[in-house]
């Protein structure tokens, strides 16, 4: 039998069980839910545990596109330097998390929106949803391109295949068991995931050993094809980066939906901050530390001759498939491939989840809630979970490069969601200037993203700025915050 049957017959087993966790939901909601379906569907009846919660986080950032491409590839492309443009950031953003649970757990509401809306009104929750949703589709359609990119050449079949089956077997599950079967699943995902992190670490990383310590190889590495310094640099990405990184990802990372999700459908406070410190620890360990192992080890073994990065890992995006193709036997493949599945299927779950949760608890359920049957109430959160896998998969079949969609992403949480989030906790803002503050932001930084694509920027930008092409998301914040002032200035007037 060719190697690519044994990963199918993987796959397909561990297809199986996840959408038999998805109907073990489903059958436990149909007995106990009845009145508030939509709530619970959406909620889990917030009555996770902490080891429940944490598990979740942390199997949805150690995802294919995150962890197991993008986090490795940023090791090989600038060394240790790495480090600030993922790891670091979103370590900064759990100490975050932990701080704001006890105030975010008094907030008498679910979703961001919905918390946002309770304060400024029905408008607010409806225009915040809608870049919200906008950036859990883009991240959605990351994670599946990114898997059917690696799972393609394993299981020896097309690329459109493998992208729909990965978005079929998720919309399944997650259809039926909303976000309990999500968490449930996850759960398992972790493990299989931790553990094909791991075993990846420990193949690039004997192959290293065989020709010395992994100290004396660091020290040895041949410089990375975009570091302005030695592998060994800390300083490796330069400052300019390293400071529009932060500026991008650390103000919108605290105020990640599907982490707000997780400490909210906890059944205390305590167990929100068990769950976020849980997170916090498999976050150094598999987001930080095993993707710097994995890339270091692939800086080593596939050199990059100056600029260029070897054909077979385009780009980096292919290291860990690569490293599988290379070193592993096929019995050990076949586990790593179920943990490729695993991973995918964690972060296509929590980023569905919601997306979907956007577009119907926020958007189409307050804005119809009269006019809907109660059995259509019923079905809506379940069409709605399948409607958007759909739209991501849609989505996913025009992506192109991943380093522009996680900074596009997490820069429109940062000009969009955060202030709008912050400003709950902030007296005398009014309805309106967070109305203007939405839609300056979300519009602002896609105006100036596809002015900074197109190089209009460039001879306006100091060269700092243009030389990172994230210029758009200082833009984008400055256009969200002047629309913020002179919306109170307005109010001041009239």
Known sequence: MPPSFYYWCGFTLYSVLVIAVGYLS??????????????DFWTASQGLSGWASGLSISASMMSISWSCVYGVQLFYWYGVGGLWLLGIPWLLAMLGFFILA?????LQAFSQPEMVGQRFGVRARQLLAVPLAFVYMVWCGAEL????????????????LILFLMAFVVATYSAMGGLAADVSTDQIQFVLVAFFITAIA???????????????????????PKALTPAASLLSTGSALLFMTFIAYLPGWLVTTDVWIR????RSTAEARKGVL??????????????????LAALFLYPPQGASIPAELENGTKIFAVIMQDYAPVWLNVLLTVGLAAAAMSTIDTTGNVLALALSYDLIEPAAAQRLSPAMKAKLPRLISVGAIGVAFI????????????YLSSGILTTTIFIPMMALFLPNVKPRQVHAAIVAGFVGTLLFYFLEARQYLAGIEPEWLAATELGYILWGLLAALLAVVASGLRDKKT
């Open 278 to 295: 849980i997170a916090a620890a498999n976050s150094f360990l598999f987001v930080a530390l095993g993707p710097m192992i994995i890339g």
């Open 202 to 224: 420990y193949l690039g990383s004997a192959q290293v050993l065989e020709h010395g310590s992994f100290v004396a190889m660091i020290n040895t590495l041949p410089a990375p």
């Open 102 to 106: 006890p105030r975010l757990r008094k």
């Open 145 to 160: 391109f990114a898997a059917a990119q690696i799972l393609t050449p394993l299981f020896d079949s097309n690329f459109y």
């Open 263 to 266: 400490m909210q459908a906890s």
């Open 26 to 39: 489903y059958r436990k909601q149909a007995r106990v839910v009845a009145q508030n379906f939509s709530q």
């Open 395 to 406: 989505y996913a079949l025009f992506i192109e490069s991943l380093w522009d969609i996680f």
